[in-house]
């Protein structure tokens, strides 16, 4: 796995694999679901995750560190097929991308999606797919930029959510 090839980039954070259910992570998604609910008026993503949906090899979480040991930001994908929800086979879906205030504009979000992309292609994932919202422009310009291209059809927990907004990647 090439993550630690690409915590190389800046030497002063890097990447560990960490499980959905690590402190850092649940503390970092607690942080995450609060910014949801204020920029979304709502008590945040209710999409139903477990800790054991980003287990390889049919997913990965990671946590982007400082060499104080904080947690700065955080992501991971799930393995999806086709199912009611919209997924294709072969699907890897992001989830809980998220870079804490302090720590924005360090790239960390690229190297993050960067990592998680090399992953899931590693695991056989043909599509990695997402779903932001319409409040979050900073995710959207990042996806954007990174290749990512609207979805022709919405998958996932909010897909007939007007604010929902999904997006497509060929691994």
Not at 73 to 91: K, L
Request: aromatic share 10%; hydrophobic share 40%; glycine share 8%.
């Amino acid at each position: 796995m090439s993550i630690q090839n690409a915590a190389h980039a800046t030497p002063a954070v890097h990447l560990r694999t960490v499980t959905f259910a690590h402190p850092d992570a649940l503390a970092l998604n607690d942080r995450v679901q609060l910014e949801y609910a204020e920029r979304y008026g709502d008590e945040g993503d209710i999409t139903p995750l477990d800790a054991t949906m980003f287990e390889a090899p049919r997913g990965l979480y990671v946590i982007a560190y400082d060499e104080h040991g904080t947690p700065l930001a955080t992501g991971g994908w799930r393995s999806q097929d086709e199912n009611e929800w919209g997924y294709a086979d072969g699907d890897a879906e992001l989830k809980r991308m998220y870079v804490t205030p302090e720590a924005r504009g360090l790239g960390l979000a690229r190297r993050i999606l960067a990592a998680l992309e090399e992953d899931a292609k590693a695991a056989g994932r043909h599509r990695m797919v997402l779903e932001t919202g319409t409040k979050q422009p900073e995710a959207v310009a990042l996806y954007l930029s990174c290749g990512y291209t609207p979805a022709a059809e919405k998958f996932g927990h909010y897909r007939f959510d007007d604010l929902s907004l999904c997006y497509v990647k060929p691994l």
